[in-house]
């Protein structure tokens, strides 16, 4: 590590992971709830946890974000943070603000618009905490002796989040052109800028892990980019099939959408031809393997499920059923949560000056994680595909199908209980690390494996 200020995304990392087991936590009390054990029903009914759930997955990959944004843009820029202690208010706002959210959920005080529910004044306090981080990361760049492709791809990922989270601040009275509002947010988020934060973000670590050059990295990095605004933009349209909206869109969704997948078809790729040609072999190979897994995972959940159901033909039967939490579970994971926990692995042994690089228990986690998620993926794409086939083509009343498809859950259960187990794992071995020292900080190149760091445990 080299600069004092990098060990804020350690606070930010370990917020983020503390809403991770929260997001889980409802996720079971769902999932107990999909199978008939609904005993919290008068405390937690379905459509709050369901709105925790999401809201809280936004929210941690977010602190994932701007933690790993304060740990990277100052060695980018090659000068402290612009201001550390702003950083440590913004997080304390943000958890603030969340705690809010998630209290307005319980005591029915929300939006009524799907993944937007954040209660409208809470959304002023959300813009101002992103405004300060961005200015704080943004000054640091302006002052730095330094600028580079990476960097800048992640700075505009990260402002272009925030500039499209005011479309979804709109109020209109017309439904159709709302949804055109809310998915201005929800889509061009999670299949636009995101994109652009991950590309960033995994550039910036195989460039530290495999010794490939940069310029080398830095290409693919331009490829990703012009694939993103080239089908992300435009793939929106497949929002817009059944909305009201004209049928134009049903080409324009169904053509760009099918073209999503090149996007994370680049990163994989990049990734593992990166990873090929890397002559060091750097001893923190952990890190290495969520970051491989994150690019190959990203293109299986959102390049290739995602297509999987959002051509017209298929999405005429798919939208609103489980194929679409099929696609949302696997696609969250791979893209975004698992970029997050790589920067996680790479970072900690740097701010903490403990070489725990591969661990049984780190490796663990990895594993089992991926296969509950896989396992989750696969529940609900059964269940999903049995709706579809009862409800949709047979015309079999809605709770009659839920009943039906009841034992997928059990199945899905399971698979929770193997994921939240990686988790549990991948937790333990954070907190092994200890916290952030100053014996961490060294004189060389952040992230080479020749730096005189602290032995572990």
Request: hydrophobic letters at 55%; charged letters at 10%.
């Amino acid at each position: 590590m080299k600069f004092r200020s990098q060990r804020v995304a350690y606070w930010f990392f370990a917020s983020a992971l503390a809403l991770l087991v929260l997001q889980i936590v409802y996720g079971f009390i769902m999932g107990f709830a999909r199978v008939g054990l609904d005993g919290l029903h008068e405390w937690i009914p379905f459509n709050t946890a369901r709105a925790v759930h999401t809201n809280l997955l936004v929210v941690w990959l977010l602190c994932g974000f701007m933690g790993s944004a304060y740990f990277i843009i100052p060695e980018e820029a090659n000068r402290e943070l612009a201001w550390p202690r702003l950083a440590y208010v913004q997080l304390i706002s943000l958890l603030v603000v969340g705690v809010i959210a998630v209290g307005c959920y319980h005591f029915n005080i929300w939006e009524g618009r799907k993944f937007l529910e954040i209660p409208r004044p809470l959304d002023w306090l959300v813009v101002a905490n992103v405004l300060l981080f961005i200015g704080n990361i943004g000054m640091t760049l302006w002052r730095g002796r330094q600028h580079t492709t990476t960097s800048m791809v992640l700075f505009m990922g990260l402002l272009f989040a925030a500039l499209l989270y005011l479309p979804g601040m709109i109020s209109v009275k017309n439904q159709t052109v709302d949804s055109f509002y809310r998915w201005w947010v929800v889509h061009l988020w999670v299949e636009g800028v995101w994109e652009l934060i991950m590309g960033g973000i995994l550039c910036y670590l195989l460039i530290k892990l495999t010794g490939v050059d940069r310029e080398v990295v830095e290409k693919w990095l331009y490829l990703i980019v012009g694939l993103t605004f080239l089908s992300g933009i435009l793939g929106t349209g497949h929002h817009y099939y059944y909305i009201g909206a004209p049928r134009y869109w049903l080409w324009v969704g169904g053509v760009f959408s099918a073209l999503e997948p090149l996007a994370f078809l680049g990163m994989a790729m990049a990734a593992l031809a990166t990873a090929r040609k890397g002559g060091r072999k750097h001893p923190n190979r952990i890190a290495l393997t969520w970051s491989l897994g994150c690019a190959i995972m990203a293109f299986v959940g959102a390049g290739f499920l995602g297509m999987a159901h959002t051509l017209p033909q298929v999405n005429l039967y798919t939208h609103g059923t489980l194929v679409t939490a099929m696609h949302g579970h696997l696609a969250f994971w791979g893209a975004y949560a698992m970029i997050v926990l790589a920067m996680m692995a790479y970072s900690l042994p740097l701010m903490t000056g403990r070489r725990l690089w591969d661990t049984p228990m780190a490796t663990w986690a990895f594993w089992t994680s991926n296969i509950g998620m896989v396992g989750m993926t696969g529940a609900l794409a059964v269940a999903g595909i049995t709706q579809v086939a009862l409800e949709r083509r047979l015309g079999l009343d809605f709770l009659v199908v839920q009943k039906e498809i009841e034992m997928h859950f059990v199945g899905l259960l399971l698979a929770a209980a193997l994921f939240s187990t990686g988790i549990v794992m991948f937790i333990i071995t954070f907190f092994r690390h200890g916290l952030p020292s100053d014996e961490a900080l060294t004189p060389g190149v952040s992230g080479e494996p020749d730096e005189p760091l602290v032995a572990g445990l």
